[in-house]
DNA sequence: GTCTATACGCAGATAGAC
DNA sequence: GTCTATCTGCGTATAGAC
């Protein structure tokens, strides 16, 4: 059955109560693994709606989103690291999910997919107003981008020396520097029209 | 102890002895699973060091090595597959062991640094061929491109409909569009000075 | 080298007292 | 709601026969 490296007693203990306790309030393990999972699934899924809600351009909306899901991870390493002293990666806990019950799975992929077309949405957007490369397709890279920040925050468990939250911002201009637009939008491009249309128009005369 | 989802029973029934028997090869279960893991980082890093020396440029060798990333993980799979039908992600694997045995944690650490290290080179040496955007710090971007491809590795698990050896064309061009130079190096900067010179000849006389 | 038999502990889960 | 007592099953591991 569920998440089998973290025993019922573990549990019992880390809430004060002896373990038969914990079947008054759950039918048994696997409704602990679901609900548990739910509720992560749901504060995440609020925290990215805050975040895209409280931003306003574009840039600002994907930082905050990507922020989102980083300050997300911290608060349950710090929540976690309490007591077991490392931080906590949810991703294996995810898959764990995913694998053994169909339903959480679902749960799971729709909170991918809502995720990756949040990010498409700012994006197009972003695209809208030149501000990331026009020839990168939305889909692809707003599911490279989860991939990259999955990546690192995979990473940062291995490596304790790698903080996220301190490199922050160096993480943050590094992919500003890759999928930041190479073209100028059509300020220049009108601007170079006119160019060509004065030389056309010089080498007429 | 070591992995609780994999039992002496289900090791000792997949190569077709019995259980006790095991004992005569390992010493417990702590050493099936740290020879294990062993095992499969010696073969990773195996393949990424033919990876390195077959290949001639560096837009080939950075191929080449994310392709052998890639295809170790299908490889494992497939072998796998065959028993559970289900695509196995060894992340989890390395990050239980890194997190319940100080030895195995230092030699995935290693493992991380000299991929990492790897890359690095081969970016240096892209930049220098005016291949890679300069802007973007080595070790940072090598950094980078392992969480990018991790994180990828990672959701493929989780969605089958994401199958990275289909899509891998897809990915590398993407990647190429993010992290490609963005200036046209030296050689056709010393060809638009030839044309300006060219054309101040040309207006003088 | 591989087996049968067996020891012991801890897991999840239930019954029933307070 | 929380407890003590107890059940059952599976885990790792060992002893000793073939």
Redesign the interface.
């Known amino acids: 059955m569920g998440t ?2 973290t025993s019922l007693t573990m549990i019992a203990d880390e809430i004060g109560i002896k373990k038969p306790s914990l079947y008054y309030h759950f039918k048994n393990k696997e409704e602990i693994f679901n609900e548990s999972v739910e509720y992560i699934l749901g504060s995440m899924n609020n925290r990215l709606h805050d975040a895209n809600k409280a931003s306003t351009s574009s840039k600002e909306a994907l930082e905050a989103v990507l922020s989102g899901i980083i300050g997300f991870h911290s608060d349950l390493s710090v929540f976690i690291g309490e007591l077991y002293q ?1 931080p906590v ?1 949810i ?2 806990l ?2 764990e999910a ?2 053994h019950f169909p339903e959480l799975g679902l749960e ?2 729709n909170h ?1 997919a809502e995720l990756q077309e949040q990010l498409e949405q700012i994006i197009r957007r972003a695209q809208g107003e030149y501000v990331i ?1 026009q ?3 939305p889909d ?2 707003a ?2 981008i ?7 925050i ?2 940062s ?3 304790p020396s ?1 903080d996220l939250n301190t490199i922050r911002q ?2 943050f201009s ?1 992919l500003w ?3 930041g637009s ?1 073209e100028s939008g059509p300020s220049e491009n009108t601007f170079r029209k006119k160019i060509a249309k004065t030389i056309s128009l010089g080498t007429k005369w």
Chains 1, 2 share one sequence.
């Not at 991939?147 to 690192?152: K, M």
């Open positions: 089998k490296k490392k990666n991703y294996p995810l898959h995913s694998y799971i992929k991918y490369n020839r990168l397709s692809s890279l599911l490279e989860i991939a990259w920040l999955e990546g690192l995979l990473l468990t291995f490596n790698l160096k993480i590094n520097e890759m999928i190479r």
